[in-house]
């Protein structure tokens, strides 16, 4: 090959490579990090503490550091994982606070988000909102043992207080160590007869109102068997009727299980008793089997894992957001129009989907929906169907497999149990359509971070990736030059050694 036909071959090749090299170095120098917490701008708040997440990452996905200020000062995380960063806002201003959320990478670009938050102090002990609570045993197919109902939040009080209070109206009692007000841990949810004060070492929470047994039926879903053999170090689907009967919690079925909680379709990386909620939150206390991935909930246990080489990266499958879905079914107790057929028959739907572990999120909003609208719309004549109570304690889901059934296949054997109730001692069901209204779906766009955000650097790196790209080619084409060079010496050296007599 000639040297004119070498040089055309090097600069057709710069010329294919140019536009992919430039965008590609564009693109990499102009991102930044990215921020996402749980705050929502323009919010308004009673109590006088928050808990809120920040997930921050460089360009990319490496979790980097965030900075919090409140007015100014800045805030220390309560828990700091390899997932995301806990923080508690400590309001004492009234009026317009302002929160700042930032992190910087790649190259010093800074993202920044901004919230206000209009702070409304109340007295301690005042009531400054309600939650949604439930208590769940969908995973080993008991389905609920407390149905959504919702609570007062008082102020001053951290979310172990409100869970022991749910559990004692409802007729059952807590095992726990640490305190209500630091390092709470739920070990077990325990009948309400349950007489002693301690349990494997953890102390009893108090006396329940109207005590009542667990009375579960366990029987686990079969799409969980697969992943807890292969996950689990211990698993027996007959070990709480064995050894922990009216004592669910950890250890029980697997080495991996016990209660996990979530709000608003969140797994704080904190406990219960430094967890504080807000007007409107939805709380779900829920059993997992296998360290929350079973749940939705997995890497925010809290504690290394052992044998973490066999579990998943993420969970056994994908979970739906069942928030809404849970304020629906909370709503529809209210409401006293159970009996309705159209509002029973929503009802029941709902109930499955619920116990469908893998729902997909568009079966899960379509229930949601369904159940909202025959609330709204009650039909006159009462269901033909033998009322019942919301499935807890010893009712079993639907199915066994986690997969959705149809709404008329649903069992509608009555379970004997105590009806949920609020702090003022009405039972849900008596509860009128008018005394009986439910809070309305928190803001999920907090979720996301709903807020101002101001990202800085970001033109200063455009222009610095611009100088970067053309140095590459700049060099690309020095070095095409310097070879082309090269070539041609060692082409004239030949020639002249070829002359030579």
Request: hydrophobic share 35%; charged share 20%; aromatic share 8%.
């Amino acid at each position: 090959m000639n040297i004119k036909v070498r040089l055309s071959v090097i600069l057709c090749v710069l010329l294919v490579l140019i536009p992919v090299i430039l965008p590609a170095i564009t693109a990499g120098a102009a991102s930044g990090p990215s921020l996402r917490t749980t705050l929502t701008d323009n919010a308004v708040q009673r109590g006088s503490k928050k808990t809120f997440d920040v997930w921050a990452r460089n360009a990319a996905g490496e979790k980097i550091i965030a900075t919090v200020k409140l007015n100014g000062r800045k805030i220390d995380p309560t828990w700091d994982d390899s997932e995301k960063a806990s923080y508690t806002l400590v309001f004492t201003t009234e009026g317009q606070n302002t929160v700042t959320v930032s992190a910087s990478s790649d190259g010093g670009k800074k993202k920044t988000l901004t919230y206000h938050i209009s702070y409304q102090k109340a007295k301690e002990g005042e009531k400054i909102g309600t939650a949604v609570w439930s208590v769940e045993a969908f995973t080993v197919g008991c389905g609920y043992i407390i149905a959504p109902v919702e609570m007062p939040i008082y102020e001053g009080e951290t979310s172990a207080e409100q869970l022991i209070r749910l559990l004692h109206e409802n007729g059952l009692v807590g095992y726990y160590g640490g305190t209500v007000k630091s390092s709470f841990y739920l070990a077990y949810i325990a009948d309400g007869t349950a007489a002693g004060e301690k349990y494997n070492n953890y102390m009893k929470s108090g006396t329940a109102k109207k005590p009542r047994k667990l009375n579960l039926s366990p029987s686990i879903p079969s799409l969980l068997v697969p992943y807890l053999e292969d996950t689990m170090t211990f698993f027996d689907a007959d070990d709480y009727i064995k050894n922990w009967r009216g004592y669910l919690g950890e250890f029980a079925f697997t080495n991996g299980s016990g209660w996990m909680y979530c709000v608003n379709n969140v797994f704080p990386n904190v406990g219960f008793a430094d967890s504080y909620l807000s007007d409107g939150d939805i709380v779900r206390v829920q059993f997992t089997l296998g360290y929350g991935a079973d749940i939705g909930g997995f890497g925010a246990v809290g504690t290394e894992i052992p044998d973490a080489d066999t579990q998943p990266e993420s969970g056994y499958f994908a979970v739906s957001d069942k928030d809404r879905l849970t304020l629906a079914i909370c709503r529809a107790i209210a409401s006293g129009h159970i009996d309705r057929s159209n509002v029973r028959s929503a009802y029941n739907a709902a109930l499955t989907v619920m116990a469908s572990l893998n729902a997909t999120q568009g079966a899960v909003d379509s229930a949601a929906e369904k159940l909202n609208r025959a609330v709204e719309n009650p039909s006159s004549d009462s269901s033909s169907e033998t009322k019942t109570d919301p499935p807890r304690e010893n009712d079993p889901p639907a199915t066994t497999d986690g997969s959705p059934e149809s709404s008329d296949t649903v069992s509608t054997t009555e379970a004997p149990v105590t009806e949920p109730v609020t702090s003022d001692g009405v039972s849900t069901y008596e509860k009128t359509e008018t005394s009986g209204s439910v809070t309305q779906p928190a803001d999920t766009t907090g979720s996301t971070g709903t807020a101002s955000a101001v990202i800085t650097g970001i033109d200063d790196g455009k222009e610095e990736a611009s100088k970067a790209a053309i140095y590459v080619i700049i060099a690309v084409i020095f070095a095409s030059v310097a070879v082309t060079a090269v070539l041609c010496l060692k082409k004239r050296r030949s020639d002249r050694t070829e002359r030579k007599p």
